[in-house]
């Protein structure tokens, strides 16, 4: 719907064709600019050049598009799943600025441009406007060898050739004898290329403030002087496996012998983050074909260097073990998803680390692909043993190098956090799997990386700060229900959101969905995030029903949907959602925001007094929300037996009663709560700070003595 309301504020069509099209959207679940085209409020000619005023972009026509020559190499910088998922098709390269114009109906959704972005491993990209139509029939043009995919969207044919599309204001091109080269060719060669027939870039004119005439409105790129094939710098790595060729018995002058080879890529010629995506995106290629191992390279990078920030390692320390996680499983795929956990209890797994502890190495050597020494060594020595009986060299204790350790340590994590194929055996929830690895530490693990991982999931402190090891340790964390009937597109969201804190479960129907918000006055959830269309109902309903229940009235919830329009997003608010997200969405960006809102949504339900319940948010959330808050009031803990207060100053906790007892026993006493309700009076404001300890301190003893007493 986007597109008709930029074009009715604009007074680009009138307001009955505005209700037209958006009546025809509502009911076909049509994009926008198509409904308008059909129905013939405006050609596509009309339509692009009022969205190019709208966005101060250029843009680009069916007509020009199939008229134009995109050179593999270009187009094959985003794979064809990902360009079909952002409605996106790359159209030109500029290699000197590492810049890459793309193609896209939606040039405002930063999101979509950014995950391009990164993907291609570009430093900028560059939108150009185009009808999603278009975008789509070039992809099939361009990466399926359609030539005909864009016939369907051609102008009628008229006895005289009608003049190249200009912009608005814009005067017609001077007439030239020379060719014009494409202006989305990027690639240039030591042969000239064959004329190509016109292309051009139409834009809406000049922008605001400049001193360009009309004919400034139409851009001209210039081809590049003469020189051997461009290879982009990011692609080489991910197209090591499968070089580019042309079809054809003899190689294409675009694809010269030099770039059938594989080209080495190490941390020396680009940054450590830059390496570190590119990896990404070769690692994510592979496991994408195991559903199980989807998504687990990249977690696991991701909690070793959490460890590794907690533990204050240094910046290269950091990037050699992101590496190291990044790479660790590539060429294990056999039946068995070894860890250092299976390898130190199984005979079977031992053998299979045994086998391939130094796959990785030889898979990126056959690959042309260099990485330090040091993060080989890592992955190498990741099945080793702390107790000195592990794989391949016997290593013991501090004779195994410590990103090893760590590694050995998140990898382990991961697996046990993530569902198994196997019906035996569930994924374990944060605790449970901290758990599990203080049973085998100082006989598999390193049982002081095993604490300061624990630190590293909770948040604050440093490696100085030690925590207790026991089976009983509770992680402070946000249990969240998401609500979707697509693995597919949820698989990667709950595996970051678990990284990130986050206690999930999953609904993939609205029954399902009903049962566990049901359960005990909202399950418990801090957070629910659901799509709005499932086989069994819409989501919209099941939304407007919690908000009856007075356990839902301010329940955090997130609508994340494919569903376009904007009735759904407006009844969506009215119902009090923290936002309406739109899919795609990169997963991070997802996370990011629903912790963002969560933190505010929970601080202003306990900062402005409102009562709550134990269960939804622990004393432990309550005491960090309020000092980051830095406020002051009198916290109120009741359960079914007794009443106790916990008094604030400036975010501070200054005094604790409970029962017959005062200070820091009573606070202690508190701490072990998980049912019972709270309500912060900040009107209040204590007379003197009688409790000096700091609340980091307080919380960690208070965890200590709940240890001791479940031992």
């Known amino acids: 719907m986007k597109a008709v309301e930029h074009l009715y504020k604009a007074n680009v069509i009138a307001k009955a064709d505005y209700h037209a099209v958006a009546y025809q959207v509502s009911k076909t679940n049509a994009r926008s600019e198509e409904v308008i085209i059909q129905t013939g409020v405006l050609d596509e000619a009309k339509l692009l050049t009022g969205l190019a005023a709208v966005y101060k972009a250029h843009f680009v026509t069916s007509e020009r598009l199939a008229a134009a020559e995109i050179p593999r190499p270009i187009v094959e910088l985003l794979p064809r799943a990902l360009a079909e998922k952002l409605l996106i098709l790359p159209v030109h390269f500029d290699a000197a600025k590492n810049l890459l114009s793309i193609g896209t109906p939606d040039p405002e959704i930063v999101s979509n441009l950014d995950e391009a972005r ?132 003899s190689p294409s002058p675009l694809t010269p012998a030099a770039a059938m080879q594989p080209l080495p890529v190490s941390l020396g010629t680009s940054s450590a983050h830059e390496t570190l995506e590119r990896f990404r995106n070769i690692v994510g290629l592979i496991e994408g074909g195991r559903q199980e191992l989807r998504g687990h390279s990249s977690q696991v990078a991701g909690l070793i260097l959490r460890l590794g920030e907690y533990m204050g390692l240094d910046q290269k320390t950091l990037d050699t073990l992101g590496l190291a996680a990044m790479v660790h499983d590539l060429g294990k795929l056999g039946p068995l998803h070894i860890n250092a956990r299976e390898v130190s209890t199984s005979p079977e797994h031992s053998d299979a680390a045994q086998k391939t502890y ?10 042309g692909l260099t990485v ?30 410590l990103g090893a350790r760590m590694l050995a340590v998140v990898d382990t994590y991961a697996d046990l956090i993530r569902a198994s194929r196997l019906p035996e055996r569930k994924a374990m929830t944060p605790q449970e799997a901290i758990a599990e690895l203080g049973k085998h ?32 340790w509770s992680i402070n964390i946000h249990p969240a229900l ?22 999930v479960k999953t609904a993939r129907t609205l029954e399902r969905a009903r049962e566990l918000l049901y359960a005990n006055d909202g399950g418990g959830f801090h957070l629910v995030i659901s799509e709005l269309d499932f086989p069994d109902g819409d989501g919209l309903t099941l939304l407007e029903e919690i908000r009856k229940e007075t356990w839902g009235k301010e329940l955090p919830w997130i609508v994340l949907t494919s569903r376009q329009g904007g009735r759904a997003a407006q009844k969506s608010y009215s119902h ?79 005094n604790a009663t409970w029962g017959g007892q005062a200070g820091v026993d009573a606070f202690y006493a508190m701490v072990r709560f998980t049912e019972g309700n709270f309500a912060f009076d900040p009107s209040f404001e204590p007379k003197e700070r009688l409790i000096e300890e700091s609340n980091e301190a307080l919380l960690l003893e208070g965890m200590r003595r709940m240890d001791e007493e479940n031992q």
């Open 358 to 367: 130094d796959a990785p190495a030889r898979v990126l050597e056959s690959l």
């Open 118 to 249: 990164k993907a291609a491993g570009v430093k900028e990209i560059r939108a150009f406007i185009m009808r999603p139509a278009t975008v789509l029939a070039g992809i099939k043009k361009f990466y399926a060898g359609d030539a005909t995919a864009l016939t369907a969207l051609l102008p009628a044919p008229t006895a005289a050739p009608s003049p190249p599309a200009v912009s608005a204001g814009a005067a017609p091109p001077a007439t030239s004898t020379a060719p014009v080269v494409s202006a989305i060719s990027a690639v240039s060669t030591a042969a000239a290329p064959p004329p190509m027939r016109p292309f051009s870039f139409s834009s809406p004119g000049p922008e605001p403030g400049s001193d360009a005439g009309p004919a400034s409105g139409r851009i001209q790129v210039a081809p590049p002087a003469p020189s051997p094939m461009v290879t982009h710098p990011a692609s080489a790595a991910m197209k090591a496996a499968r070089p580019i060729a042309t079809p054809g018995p």
């Open 441 to 472: 530490g100082a006989k598999a693990f390193d049982q002081d990386l095993i604490d300061n991982f624990r630190g590293a999931l909770l948040g604050g402190g440093s490696k100085e700060t030690k925590k207790t090891s026991s089976s009983t």
């Open 482 to 503: 998401i609500i979707d009937a697509s693995p597919d597109e949820t698989n990667a969201l709950e595996f970051v959101m678990t990284d990130q804190g986050f206690d």
């Open 576 to 654: 009090g959602v923290l936002d309406f997200m739109a899919k795609p969405m990169p997963t991070d960006l997802i996370v990011a925001k629903s912790k963002a809102l969560l933190d505010k949504a929970l601080k202003d339900r306990v900062v402005r007094g409102v009562s709550g319940s134990l269960q939804e948010m622990g004393l432990g959330d309550i005491v960090q929300v309020l000092f980051y808050g830095k406020k002051t009031g009198k916290l109120t803990i009741r359960t079914k037996t007794a009443q106790g207060e916990v008094h604030f100053l400036t975010g501070n906790i200054a």
């Open 372 to 401: 330090p020494r040091a993060a080989l060594d890592i992955v190498a020595a990741m099945y080793e043993r702390f107790d000195g009986k592990g794989t391949p060299n016997g290593l013991a204790g501090q004779r195994i190098p």
